[in-house]
């Protein structure tokens, strides 16, 4: 909030005010102006590249979505963006929230993909709705209605049986869009295909798997669909059991009907192709299902432990448990490690791209802080930090992160292993470099590096200026969310990842200095503030 005041008769009038909530992109900057003698302020937005028809989609997403959507739109070509638009524009109640999550989080990279058929975005949120009539564990919940507001949102409502009480409860929402509602599971395109060959196929021919898993069966195979039917509950809290644990069982046991363990001739990462050939290793057995629990409305992930060469599953109810049908194991966290290998890192895929830890629950671990400076010693944000170790003889990362404002990041990381760490930004890069010698359990390590470059600065140098006390100036902002943005070097999907308190620069000059900012010379502030 700006407020300007003149003083007149020994007191503060207010003459003008602007209150505005503003999205600045990277490397943008906005400003307002007091142009003396008018006495209003002026105020000047960051250019955008919206079209007025993604500005009036915008406008109809549900509140938790404009800023991400319009994140999203910066990153689509004006005919997609149109594209896109029409498609909000178009959607009716309750499917709009759904249609409009889609558009904001699916990666750009795919959404401006000739590959990628929108008609899936609207057949996604249809086939949510459809194959929640067919269950009975499950019920997606509505709240609010974009006729009326926009704090509207969907969710779901599950029964669960804890081993003496039926229990209902209420996922929160952020998990059903996540984790439900994304149709990408990792490093696949999401798409119609051709369940053959997996490649892009578009519509009838072509099919997607939400609507495939769900009501399609080969010959001798069962539906999974049908292997639902009569569930009243999403799971009974069982540990390891297949038989009497509700859908959680049912879809355990589906699996193991309609699929074998054995590598495949062709790695696929398409959950229709992986049905199709009936059958894989942990990466194809992880990708189906992952699929058919969300096509089945319950909310799963892909784990990917590469340097352990494994991937197995988690599903969500009040937190993440683990899952991994071939192996009939449900909540069990403790067989794999020592047993089978070390485990050096394990994390979770959401749909844009952006991997989250799930080491903990799984193996005595140390945490390790990486933190970034330029050669000026100036944090640097957006840095890739990739950490190798493990105990396959694998040569790709076990996990990676991006650094915040202040040039941090966090791992958590397995025992016993050793780790090495690669870092790659723009203004520089270091290769492998080993960082821990054979971790120990509950210890903390900080490693700090130091690149090459510099970090883009504003060249400014405060002055002083004497006061005239005619006029005050009062001014008030917050910088409430940083956006933290890179790409997944598995398949280069773009994911954002909001973090709570961002920074930003901040000044007050004249016209003379302004026009030398804006030109990327040194110029004077009479006030500089970084917040």
Known sequence: MILISLFLFNSWVLIDSVKVKIFLPANNFFYFKFPYPIESLEIYLPYDSLTPLAKEAIKRAPSFLKTDLFNNFLSLSYEKQNEYANIILNTSHPYLDEVCFLIAHIPPEILNSENFYPLLISENAHFLYANDTAISYADIIDYGNPQTDTNYYST??????????TLILELPYEIYYWYIVHPKISREICTYVDVTTGNPLPPPNGRFWREYLFYYNDPNY???????SGI??????????????GAIGAINNWLRRVMEFRTPQRRTYQPCQIYNQHHGTCTEWSIITTAAARAALIPCVRISAYGNNHHWNEFYERSWHQWEPV???????????????????????RGDGYIFSATKKYTPHCSLKVKIYSRDSIPVDGAMVYIL????????????????KNGETYFILGDTNSYDCQIISPIGEIPYTRIINFAQAGSYYEREFY?????????????????????????????????????????????NYKTSFGETDFFITDYQNFQRFLTNDTFYSYLTKKK
Not at 156 to 165: E, H, L, P, T
């Open 222 to 228: 069962p539906k999974l669909k049908d292997y639902l």
């Open 389 to 404: 170790g493990g105990t396959q003889p694998v040569n790709w990362y076990t996990c990676f992160q991006t650094t915040n």
């Open 451 to 495: 690149l090459n470059g510099n970090m883009p600065k504003v060249l400014v140098k405060d002055t002083f200026i004497s006061l005239i006390e005619r006029y005050k100036l009062e001014i008030d902002f917050q910088v409430n969310n940083e956006i933290i943005t890179n790409h997944n070097p598995d398949d280069n999907s773009k994911y």
């Open 327 to 349: 192996n009939k194991m449900i909540n069990d966290s403790v067989r794999y490690d020592p047993n089978w290998w070390n485990l050096g890192c394990a994390f979770n895929w």
């Open 232 to 245: 009243r509950t999403l799971w009974n809290c069982l540990r390891n059991d297949t038989f009497n644990n």
């Open 156 to 165: 779901i409502r599950y029964r669960i049986f804890n081993g003496q009480d």
